[in-house]
């Protein structure tokens, strides 16, 4: 796997001495740039020399004057800050647009008009002008202010890595031991350690007394790692660069805790030089990506400011030209032109999207989805691929006892029962009864290599089971040792739950054999001791026994403590089962060690001296090897019976108590305990509705390829299309072209590090899919950033990968994307509803005025005032009854939008230019009618009534529309319209109460909005459109539901796509060093 690993090793080399931050080179004038060496590989007394510092360093420590003199050449030890984004700078975002600069125009203008018109003017216009001006401020303030606070939850990662430093820190300065602030520590400084100390920078350790440090803060895991002194070996073949972090036992890194013991180490790294200020570059470096909707609604809002332009000419030259009004007028023109601008100007849009965005944002986190960024929401309707972590997310994170296999039959155990009964274990002797179809012809030290009882454990951690082993030799021929002797003589019918008692007996060795504690309740809170072996306790105290009352009854008289040497523990217990000259040895360990100390089997688990007989070791073996085949830990139980004389109360015993007798093998092995972390229940729903939904579902973790293949079987993960796992250090070795093929044929990579997330996110962005990734370490940051959705765990999680993310998991539960992901495509529909319903008020608005001036009407039928109206409070209200709209059925039935797929395609176009030319006509021809009707009415009077018919045939005109838009195939004429979201009934009352009042109150219809109260011609009118456009947009639902039914392409998946840019595989500048967990060697 590392034929190409010297030239990824120069590669890193010529990264690592051009490090950047905000596009900026570092180091150019920091010495440590040039001063980085392989401290791991050196001896102490190199680490020193390289230092350029006297020998007795560690005993005296820096003086005080080296110690000020290297501050000023390194600089403090403080990572640099990602520039901070100004007040002004998010104003000046927030406003720089095409559309904001054409409202700032009519502003001006209507100020202008404002000044310029003399203050005996009887038709109101100073006040219209000054109101015009007034509400337009406003509009923009608020969208700004909108925009503002919806950034304000942005960019603070590297805030977050800023936190996790020290403070303070023990050195050694001129022989004396002194605390000094944490950003002081320079080059050479020794510094000293105790237990729960945070590491202030990247050490070399010179002592250790017992000291492991936990580096949860690197790698997101919890187990602690060993510290030593001496040099670290680098492998042939390897560069010392390319030696992992698990693996450089004799540093210490920066931001990391003592977990144990103390240490004393010479600092060389501070700042942006330490591992963690690697990640805060990476961090700072990746840039977030621009959601599609936010993309497109910048591309609308150009196309939007062509149409405007070419709206208010045409305007601008009917009034001049055209109309009887303004003919050779130029100002009154250009005033007109504008309030056609302002009509079509979508002010409300950008507060209603965020509306949608916002509501979906709270229901998310209702279900334990907090989304960090609105606009993140829309990404998640669209994403194709879901990478996921293993433990915790798509499993439960509970070791749990899944199967006890005896000498004659196989009990299976309901990992997910509530209650304490025995029948949680049922006989099922075709349970996990052969090896996996990918392990069949595999030699047993091939599987377990590739396997959980690997002694190699995870990348980069201790193995997290103790008992793992050390080598399987299985016979040539394994379904013949794999053949059950007598299953008819086994205690319990096949299909049936064995007794408490039965089950007590055969797994009190699991239970007495241990020194950990059950937590509450049989969960993990208050739970003390490994795993593995509370896997045992787990599933005897649900099983119904009594944990305490039998270690009560079975006092401990003298042990074997475990180790890692000999892979077993033994107790030596009283027992009312034996004669009182007899004791009870139990001893647990790795299965294949068990095995060859074994003399007799237990006759299907049953605990007696008439049920024992000689042991099948073929058989046991084979057994080892069928369940680690399926990704299962296994621990061997075995017991015997001694004489009392033999020990003594609490001696502490040898290895050779159990392996060292002089009869050779004489335990009797009672059964395999088959451990592992379960998937959740709820997750194997989630992923087959994220299947139906045509959305991938793949799982990188760092554990062994046969566990996670197994879960990827159990989960629907791994199937014939998708049938086999690829491994990290496989991964390591591929180009671009060969990573980009394979994250299209493999669902499960184990094994898998931080780095390898990165090329498989930019591997499947490539070939052109929406990712979300998840992740709970501080390196995962960069991976989370670099995917279309990151999604940070929110119990296990670090504060950074929360920070870095746009979705935090408050409950780690994979089934809570899948609901996200749901959310999302409903705030994709409920954007285009939006805009369905907006767009044709405001494109109807302007049109009326062209029209209206065409058809000769006295001035334009609806006022600058009554536009604004419509646009901010009509539109807005209405808008958000389909901003909150719920999930239509069926969508989690349709597969993943096309990416770059337009949110206006053909047949939203086809509606909104409908309902555009829908209320456009009804506008204008109820304001020609109004017009002809009271010809005879002075002009002032009858464009007041114009005024009044067509500003309420326009926003009740938009009720139809929205109430059509509610659906977007399905019919709207039935009472449904009305139910499933409250907002319909209460928009529609508002609606029209504020159109009664502004139409009919004294002063506020005539002096602000220009119009006076209808009759009953202008309400016949107003009804008359309502039902005509709701008929009209029903009527082409239907015709589009005909052409669906025929197999046409109605939701324009086939329709203009806009292209995907290009997409850079290259590794972000210094992510070698993100390879913080253990290689395989």
């Known amino acids: 796997n590392f034929g190409n690993q010297s030239v990824k090793a120069n590669a890193r080399k010529v990264i690592h001495h051009k490090q950047l931050i905000m596009g900026k080179e570092i180091g150019a004038d920091n010495p440590q740039m040039t001063e980085q060496a392989p401290w791991h590989t050196m001896s102490i007394e190199e680490t020193i020399s390289k230092l350029g510092l006297p020998e007795d360093l560690a005993k005296t420590g820096l003086s005080v004057d080296e110690a000020a003199s290297r501050l000023a050449k390194y600089g403090p030890n403080q990572m640099t800050e990602k520039e901070k984004v100004t007040i002004w700078q998010r104003i000046w975002h927030q406003i720089n647009n095409v559309l904001v600069y054409v409202l700032m125009t009519v502003a001006v203008v209507s100020l202008i008009q404002a000044v310029t018109t003399p203050e005996n003017d009887t038709t109101n216009q100073q006040f219209t002008a000054s109101f015009q001006v007034a509400l337009i401020v406003s509009v923009i303030t608020l969208n700004t202010w ?15 890595l800023k936190n996790m430093l020290s ?107 330490t591992q963690i200020g690697t990640i805060n570059r990476l961090v700072n470096q990746t840039e977030t990506i621009k959601t599609d909707v936010l993309k497109q609604i910048d591309m609308v809002s150009k196309y939007l400011f062509v149409c405007i332009c070419t709206m208010c000419l045409a305007t601008f030259l009917t009034a001049f030209f055209y109309s009887d009004t303004f003919k050779g007028k130029a100002l009154p023109s250009v005033n007109i032109a504008l309030v056609c601008a302002v009509a079509m100007v979508p002010e409300g849009l950008e507060a209603i999207v965020t509306l949608t965005y916002s509501y979906a944002v709270k229901v998310m986190a209702s279900q334990n989805a907090i989304v960090r960024a609105l606009p993140a929401v829309e990404t998640l309707g669209s994403v194709t691929v879901i990478c996921s972590d293993k433990t915790g997310t798509l499993t439960q994170n509970i070791m749990s006892l899944t199967a006890f296999v005896t000498s004659n039959a196989r009990y299976k155990n309901n990992v997910d029962a509530a209650d304490r009964v025995p029948a949680n274990f049922v006989r099922d002797d075709t349970y996990l009864c052969e090896r996996a179809v990918l392990d069949l012809k595999k030699k047993g030290a091939d599987i377990v290599a590739d396997g959980p009882n690997n002694p190699a454990g995870r990348r980069g951690h201790n193995p997290s089971n103790h008992f793992t082993v050390d080598s399987l030799h299985t016979t040539e021929n394994p379904e013949e040792a794999a053949k059950v002797a007598h299953p008819e003589e086994a205690p319990f019918e096949n299909g049936s739950s064995p007794t408490k008692d039965w089950i007590q007996a055969a797994l009190s060795c699991g239970v007495l054999c241990s020194k950990c504690v059950l937590g509450e309740n049989g969960g993990r809170t208050g739970e003390i001791g490994n795993p593995t072996e509370l896997s045992i306790l787990r599933a005897s105290y649900f099983a119904g026994v009594d944990i305490e009352n039998l270690k009560t009854e079975c006092p401990i008289v003298a042990e074997v403590p475990f180790s890692s040497e000999y892979k077993f523990m033994a107790t030596i217990h009283e027992s009312s089962d034996v004669p009182d000259d007899k004791l009870v040895a139990y001893v647990k360990g790795a299965p294949d060690r068990m095995v060859k100390v074994c003399k007799y089997q237990s006759k299907g688990g049953i605990i007696g001296d008439d049920a024992v007989e000689e042991i099948n070791a073929d058989y046991w073996m084979e057994q080892i090897a069928i369940l680690s085949s399926h990704g299962l830990r296994v621990l061997g139980l075995c017991r015997a019976v001694i004489p009392k004389d033999s020990v003594s109360a609490g001696e502490n015993l040898g290895q050779e108590f159990v392996n060292g007798r002089p009869e050779g093998a004489w335990l009797t092995m009672v059964g395999l305990c088959a451990i592992m972390d379960p998937p959740r229940p709820e997750c194997v729903q989630a992923i087959k509705e994220a299947h139906g939904a045509g959305v991938r579902v793949a799982m990188i973790t760092g554990d062994h390829k046969d566990t996670a293949t197994a879960i990827g079987h159990m989960l629907g993960i791994v199937d014939e299309k998708f049938s086999e796992a690829v491994t990290g250090p496989e991964l390591d070795s591929m180009s671009d072209d060969e990573i980009r093929a394979c994250v299209l044929t493999h669902n499960v990579f184990a094994r898998a590090s931080p780095q390898n997330k990165i090329r498989i996110v930019k591997a499947l962005q490539a070939e052109g899919q929406i990712t979300s990734m998840t992740g709970d370490g501080v390196n995962d940051a960069p991976a989370l950033k670099a995917a279309n959705m990151g999604v940070a765990m929110g119990k296990e999680g670090t504060d950074v990968a929360r920070e870095a993310s746009e979705m935090i998991l408050a409950d780690d539960n994979f089934a809570t994307i899948v609901y996200a992901v749901k959310q999302g495509r409903v705030v994709w529909d409920n954007l285009r509803k939006v805009l369905l319903v907006n767009t044709p008020i405001n494109n109807a608005q302007g049109m009326s005025v062209l029209f209206g001036l065409l058809c000769q009407l006295p001035s334009t039928p609806i006022s600058a005032i009554q536009i604004l109206y419509s646009n901010f409070i009509c539109a807005v209200t209405l808008g958000f009854v389909c901003a909150i709209e719920p999930a239509e059925d069926g969508i989690m039935a349709n597969p993943p939008r096309r990416v ?57 005109g938009a009720i139809s529309v929205m109430l059509s838009a509610r659906f977007a195939y399905n019919s709207s004429v039935t009472p449904k319209v009305f139910q499933g979201n409250p907002a319909v009934m209460w928009s529609c009352v508002i609606v029209a109460v504020l159109q009664v009042l502004l139409t009919y109150v004294p002063g506020l219809n005539t002096f602000v909005f220009s119009m006076k109260g209808m009759d009953g011609l202008g309400w016949g009118l107003t009804i008359a459109s309502m039902v005509f456009v709701f008929t009209a947009m029903e009527t082409e639902k239907a015709i589009r539901r005909s052409l669906k039914a025929s197999g046409a392409d109605t939701d324009d998946r086939e329709g203009v796509v806009d292209p995907l840019p290009p997409v850079d595989m290259s590794m972000p500048k210094g992510a070698s060093k993100l390879n913080l967990q253990e290689l395989a060697k």
């Open 146 to 160: 909108i925009g503002i606070y919806q950034e304000g939850n942005a960019e603070k990662a590297a805030d977050a």
């Open 167 to 273: 403070t303070d820190a023990r050195v050694i300065r001129g022989g004396k031991e002194i605390m000094v602030p944490a950003g002081d520590i320079v080059p050479g400084d020794v510094c000293l350690l105790g237990l729960g100390d945070k590491v202030p920078s990247d050490l070399r350790l010179v002592s250790v007394s017992n000291m492991a440090t936990g580096e949860a803060a690197l790698t997101g895991e919890s187990v602690p790692i060993d510290k030593q002194t001496d040099a670290i070996p680098v492998a042939d073949g390897l560069e010392p660069e390319q030696v992992p972090l698990g693996d450089r036992k004799n540093m210490s890194y920066s931001a990391t805790l003592v977990a144990q013991g103390s240490g004393i180490g010479i600092a060389i790294a501070t700042g942006d030089f």
């Open 900 to 956: 770059g797929k337009r949110i206006i395609g053909r047949f939203l176009l086809l509606r909104i230019l409908l309902g555009t030319f829908l209320l456009t006509g009804c506008v204008v021809g109820s304001a020609v009618i109004v017009n002809t009707v009271y010809k005879d009415v002075e002009e002032f009077e009858r464009l007041y009534k114009i005024r009044a018919t067509a500003f309420n045939v326009l926003d009740f």
